[in-house]
């Protein structure tokens, strides 16, 4: 579990702003937002799909990413 919490500490580290303004959602090359508390980085363009970050790099893979259909907790 501490092995965990240090990569995700890590990662956080990793997603600097710098980072999220470079990245563009490659679906609908829509802008990023950075999930700090789920470990996800978010497009907040058209079609809100949610990309994972494994060992602080983004996976910013179409066919990778969760589509907003499939959490319906909000
Ligand atoms: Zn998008």
């Not at 092995?3 to 990245?23: D, T, Y």
């Not at 978010?42 to 990309?51: H, Q």
């Not at 970050?53 to 990413?65: S, Y």
Request: charged share 30%; glycine share 4%.
């Amino acid at each position: 579990m501490t092995q965990l919490w240090r990569i995700a500490l890590s990662s956080q580290e990793e997603i600097s702003q710098e980072l999220l303004e470079i990245l563009a959602c490659p679906a609908c090359k829509g802008d990023i937002e950075y999930d700090r508390e789920n470990q996800k980085l978010i497009c907040i363009g058209e079609c809100k799909r949610r990309y994972s970050i494994r060992d602080g790099i983004p996976v910013m893979l179409i066919d990778e990413a969760e589509l907003p259909t499939d959490n319906r907790d909000t």
